[in-house]
């Protein structure tokens, strides 16, 4: 096992740990029983999410500013490991809410400017799915990364407005403290294994793109600089 | 290769391995090419051997994927607006808007250009490319004949030093083709220069200083200098 | 700039005109309009208390799902006999064929808006006169955000494979802040409510506007491009 091996197997045994941490030294909560503890997951995923979804404003940045292909591959990654953890984040929500609300959905803030968020990362995706060549590929993701990144903080503001003019049910924003240290541990674990997950899905693309170069080589297979010279072009 | 001809003035054309990958397949596989200004050099080859992307690299439409390149000296990468102020293109299609006149379609291209709009210049150019009676016609009505002569009294308007013309005999009767053959000449006698796609070597009157011949993305090595005329 | 602001006009003319000749695409917008609002009667009412109180935001959803037919369509007419590489070809900045779209695409639908609003005031019971400066206000705000967007996005979309399924799946989220603002905006406004709801709203508005049209400005040349 090499140390790429060794460090995904730190990672999950540090969720693990943050698990068990999480669990043995926080009370069931009064309310909610031990449901509360979805929250070791669900929070650290939302957070990971979030902070995926500024590595993509970023390198899209960066890829417009420097045209290097690694900052686009390094967007796609990170959004594809954002979506992912944007769904777990929703779906664990819904989850929480059912025995705490009745319900499997509700407009809360959090959630509803979360789902917004996972379409627009799908549109980003979708994009990605139909511009064919690389080079074009990476412009527009580029262009389309950043006004979605932009418009994630206006997406959560617009729907907490939306939501305070119309009282209801309130989230699980207040914590108790003997939650916060389980929370952060789990938080930490969490990021790790986002960014593990986004390491690998770019290590995956720098292969495809290394593979292709090598098709290129072949297929450039420059004529000898003195042929062209003789034919005076 | 010098960057510069013999007598020292700046290279119309200046492409150094020029590759382009389109969707995943390499149109153009390291192309090197010198043209001098009052040059105009004819670009032949089969559907797919990459004479139109050629074109369309030259006119910054696309940034090359790999191999530098300059047009008048400016960079097709770093100053690729220079290159645009110097270029003008015909290309498959016309680039026309069908639902405006084709006085309304050159009056959009001068103010395209930074220029106000010169009824007496778009007239000029319309009667010289013989379709000076219909310059407040829609051209969604017009042939593809009148359609290309319309594209032709464009590029008169826009006067720039590198014209490259994407197989601009196509459908075109005797006269258009003498029209064709006489841009090209205009051109050139200003100092400026053309790269010319053909499909039909046999359709102009024009002497083109070389032919230049791609095949699958590549020169054709012993490419010769040769004129050719009318048959 | 004033350069740049010339060339902005002269696409904006060159769209307008191309439109007015034809009024195809107008008309469509238009009958999608009003065939929406006819539909969400029909799905909502006949209760008339009812169809007041979702106005608001059945006359954005209207708005939206019709005008989103217009923005694919004023890049088509770059894609047809390949204007567009001419377009690209002139020397200069790229962001006044943003802006002269973008003030196509907005008389466009402010167009259609000026005959599909009063209709819907009529169709659901809502009298719009009542509040009719800040509800212009809306309107006007609203619109020009919806507009910046989707002007950005068919840049890129109409040049894609599936475009009639990719400009509504990357415009449409980006749009939930102007349909709520708008819509309960609208609602605020023409219920008589307290105006202090509807200028939180507007203030969310002008700053998704300002937000985005800066944005799109910027980033626009990539969109564009490639």
Same mark, same amino acid.
């Given at each position: ?74 967007? %796609?990654?990170? %959004? ?154 | ?27 153009? /596989?390291?192309?090197?090419? !010198? ?67 084709? #006085? ?11 220029? !106000? ?20 016609? !829609? ?48 051109? /050139? ?14 359709? @102009? ?9 791609? #095949?699958?993305? !590549? ?7 040769? @004129?050719?005329?009318?048959? | ?118 209709? *819907? ?63 309960? *905006? ?41």
């Amino acid at each position: 096992m090499g140390i790429s091996g060794l460090i995904t197997l730190l990672a999950f045994v540090a969720l693990a740990a943050a698990q068990a941490f999480g669990f043995v030294t926080s009370p069931p909560d009064r309310d909610m029983g031990d449901l509360q503890k979805i929250m070791y997951v669900h929070v650290p995923a939302a957070w990971s999410a979030f902070l995926c979804f500024f590595v993509v404003f970023v390198e899209s940045v960066r890829y417009l500013w420097r045209r290097d292909e690694r900052d686009d591959l390094i967007a %796609a990654s990170a %959004a594809e490991t954002g979506a992912v953890l944007t769904a777990l984040t929703l779906m664990l929500g819904s989850i929480w809410g059912r025995p705490t609300w009745g319900v499997w959905w509700a407009w809360d803030a959090r959630l509803t400017s979360t789902a917004v968020l996972l379409v627009i990362y799908a549109g980003y995706l979708a994009l990605r799915a139909f511009a064919d060549e690389p080079e074009r590929r990476a412009q527009w993701s580029a262009a389309v990364g950043i006004l979605g990144a932009l418009n994630v903080p206006v997406v959560y503001m617009s729907v907490k407005w939306w939501r305070t003019l119309h009282q209801l049910q309130s989230t699980p924003s207040t914590l108790d403290p003997r939650y916060a240290w389980g929370l952060r541990l789990n938080g930490l674990a969490v990021l790790a294994i986002a960014i593990l997950f986004m390491v690998h899905r770019y290590k995956i693309a720098r292969l495809e793109r290394r593979a292709e170069r090598v098709a290129e080589e072949e297929a450039l297979a420059y004529l000898p600089m003195d042929i062209l010279e003789e034919a005076h072009v | 290769m010098p960057a510069a001809s013999k007598d020292g003035a700046v290279r119309a054309i200046k492409i150094d391995e020029i590759a382009q990958r389109l969707g995943g397949r390499w149109v153009l /596989r390291g192309l090197s090419l !010198r043209v001098d200004p009052g040059e105009c050099v004819a670009v032949v080859g089969h559907n797919g051997s990459g004479k139109t992307t050629l074109l369309r690299v030259l006119s910054t439409v696309l940034r090359p994927t790999r191999g530098t390149g300059s047009v008048f000296g400016h960079d097709l990468v770093q100053d690729a607006d220079g290159v645009r102020a110097e270029c003008a293109m015909l290309n498959h299609g016309g680039g026309l808007y069908g639902d405006l006149t084709a #006085a309304e379609n050159l009056e959009f291209a001068q103010r395209m250009m930074g220029e !106000r709009a010169d009824a007496q210049a778009i007239k000029h150019a319309l009667e010289r490319v013989g379709i000076g009676a219909f310059a407040n016609t !829609r051209v969604r009505t017009f042939s593809s004949g009148m359609q290309r002569r319309t594209a032709v009294a464009r590029l008169y308007l826009r006067d720039a030093r590198l014209l490259l013309l994407d197989e601009p005999y196509n459908s075109l009767d005797g006269d258009g083709v003498s029209l064709v053959d006489e841009l090209l000449a205009s051109v /050139r006698s200003k100092g400026g220069a053309a790269v010319v796609v053909l499909h039909d070597l046999e359709r @102009t009157n024009t002497e083109f200083d070389r032919v230049i011949e791609l #095949a699958q993305g !590549r020169i054709v090595a012993g490419a010769a200098r040769s @004129t050719i005329h009318a048959a | 700039m004033r350069r740049e602001l010339a060339r902005a006009r002269a696409v904006a003319w060159k769209d307008l005109r191309t439109e007015r000749r034809t009024m195809a695409n107008f008309n469509a917008v238009l009958f999608l309009a009003v065939l929406m609002l006819l539909l969400f009667g029909f799905a909502l009412g006949p209760d008339a208390a009812a169809l007041r109180e979702s106005a608001g935001g059945v006359i954005w959803l209207a708005i939206l799902f019709s005008g989103v037919l217009a923005f694919n369509r004023s890049y088509q007419v770059e894609l047809d006999d390949n204007a567009l590489e001419v377009l690209l070809l002139y020397p200069g900045a790229r962001w006044p064929i943003f802006v002269g779209k973008l003030a196509a695409n907005l008389a466009f639908v402010l167009g259609v808006e000026l005959i599909a609003v009063p209709l *819907a005031g009529i169709l659901f019971h809502v009298a719009l006169t009542r509040a009719l400066l800040p509800l212009t206000g809306v309107l006007l705000l609203g619109t020009f955000g919806f507009v910046t967007l989707g002007t950005f996005y068919a840049a890129v979309a109409s040049r894609t494979r599936a475009r009639e399924i990719l400009l509504p799946l990357l415009l449409l989220p980006m749009l939930v802040p102007v349909l709520i603002a708008a819509a309960k *905006a609208t609602a605020a406004l023409t219920s008589g409510d307290v105006m202090g709801d509807a200028t939180a709203w507007f203030r969310l508005l002008i700053a998704f506007d300002l937000i985005f049209f800066t944005a799109a400005m910027l980033v626009f040349d990539a969109a564009i491009g490639g």
